[in-house]
């Protein structure tokens, strides 16, 4: 994994010790290992998988100054990212990874196991039944999503569970300022507030990233979220 720590320094100015470094390698092992058995991911070359899962799920620290003693939520995390890779990067981190297929928070609870990742849990419920639920709701200092959906609904997932004085990141495409400009009805809506947009460039790779970052100051109303399949069938506007 020396490639991962000179991308890791050069990019984020972040050190990855030894220890951390074979983590992520036997991370990499696992997922390819388990990825023979079920639809995990479609990026499979070693390269790629430092690039596109751990370094991608680490410019999180780009717009997040601290980490340690803070309390995570990754929703939809499917195989584990951003989650598994900032638990691995920041073991004073409370990281919760949620999603809905308990076939991909198994092969989550086997990493942890494996790597002894003391920090991480895993829920399985949907974002909406999460948000309403009184031991998830405001109850994270940052939740975020990974290309999970468009923004309109994606805030419905993510700003339930945020506490206020918290902050949504939604990890998005090239479609990022448009789905900003859509999701500012939203947003308001449920409490929140844009804070910034940070544009990431990755190596090797020729489109660059977005994280929308969403302050959260006051309290989401009680209605939201809304039943599940209603925020992507019937955004906020």
Known sequence: MSTLAEYAGACLNLALSAHQLGQFEALSDMLLD?????????ITAP???????????LTLT?????????????????????????????????VTLLDSTAKKLRFIEAVGEALQLGNIRTLHARAEDAGRDKSHRAC????????????????????PLVKPTGQAIAMQGMTAYEDANS??????????????????????????????????????????????GRPTRDPIQ
Request: charged residues 25%; aromatic residues 8%; neutral net charge.
């Open 140 to 159: 994270y200092d940052i939740a975020v999503a990974r290309a999970v959906a468009r923004l309109p609904a994606l805030v419905e997932y993510l700003l």
């Open 62 to 94: 780009t717009v997040v100054t601290r980490f340690d003693g803070l309390r995570l939520i990754d929703v939809g995390t499917g195989a584990g990212f951003p989650g598994l890779a900032l638990a691995i990067a920041f073991p004073a981190l409370e």
């Open 47 to 57: 390269e790629d998988i430092v690039v596109k899962h751990f370094l991608d799920s």
């Open 183 to 228: 999701a500012a009805r939203a947003i308001e809506a449920l409490g929140g507030e844009l804070f910034t947009i940070e544009e990431v460039l990755l190596p090797a790779l020729d489109n660059p990233r977005y994280l929308i970052v969403i302050d959260k100051i006051k309290k989401t109303p009680r209605q939201y979220p809304r039943q599940p």
């Open 34 to 42: 388990w990825n023979q058995r079920m639809n995990l991911t479609s």
